[in-house]
């Protein structure tokens, strides 16, 4: 049986907090003595980003909705683990709420290598009405219970872009760049696909890698490519909009069918409040990177669409990688191909 304590020994001693008791571990009463419950959300990101602004909106939406009954706490910045960590500590019912990139859950649900398929999307509307269409998330929650998690839904931060040295106005400028990329074989692949030599690192070492050369180029949403200021170190942001930089809220599947029906409805109904609310911010706040990146001169580029189909072809064996591990039906329903 999983366990059900809500948060390790280690992950406490990892927070480095003290807690008045109960706080995570179960219930605390209120005054008028009707019990309350308190229960962890972990993130790896840090406090000023979309998915801090996700977590805490979700978390006053559940208070709300629920009169106070159930309560949750944030921990970001990897306090509780980082985003591997999280996943396993949220299938063991350790931390009931996890908000994290799709990135990681690849290797524990397959069908979320869909999310990795290149250059599906020309605009991040189009993005959200794709993730939100009932046949398609009803699709995909199945892979996430079957895996011991229930999704609630995905927010975002727009699309993950490319930061170089090198102005890439050509298909062929993306060539012997040496790019760090995430550790994701689909995402790897579609580089090489590119001609550019991309590498795995860790992410606390790319400002160096970029200020010593090492690297020539790196790939992320504006958000983290601000908030880490690594435009310092490069004269071109490129739009490629290669993939969508997706957040999703995860469930603990045993903690989630423990709760009340009308609990459940809580939590469903607040995701769908937050959700709406992150993405509305995400927006904003791309604006802002953007003005940021261009007062600061660095040179923006946007790619015309001859290259987009250049990088569209070339992703041909990307595409086929992935329909080999992903449901034929979200894979349609995701890209719109069959």
Request: proline fraction near 4%.
């Amino acid at each position: 049986m999983r366990k059900k304590n809500y948060i390790s020994a280690a992950a406490l001693l990892a927070a480095g907090t003290v807690l008045a008791a109960g706080v995570l571990t179960g219930c605390v009463s209120g005054e008028d003595g009707e019990q309350r419950y308190a229960y962890p959300l972990g993130t790896a990101s840090p406090e000023d980003t979309v998915t801090q602004i996700y977590a805490e909106k979700f978390v006053e939406e559940v208070e709300r909705l629920s009169e106070g009954k159930i309560k949750i706490t944030v921990y970001p910045n990897s306090v509780l683990g980082g985003d591997r960590e999280l996943l396993e500590s949220c299938y063991d019912g350790d931390i009931p709420f996890v908000i994290q990139n799709t990135a990681p859950q690849v290797s524990f649900i397959d069908d979320t290598a869909v999310f990795d398929a290149p250059c599906v999307f020309n605009d991040i509307e189009s993005v959200r009405e794709t993730v939100d269409q009932p046949e398609f998330m009803e699709k995909i929650q199945e892979s996430y219970r079957e895996a011991g998690f229930e999704l609630l839904g995905y927010a975002d931060q727009g699309f993950r872009v490319m930061s170089t040295n090198k102005a890439v106005t050509e298909f062929s400028d993306f060539k012997g760049q040496k790019i760090r990329t995430m550790e994701d074989a689909y995402q790897l692949a579609f580089w090489q696909q590119l001609g550019s030599n991309p590498t795995p690192m860790n992410f606390s070492e790319v400002y160096i890698g970029l200020q010593q050369h090492t690297i020539d180029a790196q790939e992320n949403p504006y958000e983290v490519i601000v908030s880490n200021r690594l435009y310092e170190q490069q004269d071109y942001i490129v739009e490629t909009n290669h993939v969508p930089h997706l957040i999703s809220l995860v469930v603990s599947e045993e903690f989630f069918q423990d709760l009340s029906e009308e609990d459940r409805q809580i939590l469903i109904e607040a995701e769908e409040i937050a959700k709406e609310y992150a993405r509305e911010q995400s927006d904003a706040r791309i604006d802002d990177r953007i003005q940021t990146i261009r007062d600061s001169g660095t040179e923006i580029i946007t790619l015309d669409d001859s290259v987009r189909e250049q990088m569209i072809e070339a992703s041909e064996p990307v595409y086929e990688e992935i329909q080999k591990v992903v449901d034929l039906e979200i894979y349609s329903l995701y890209t719109g191909n069959e």
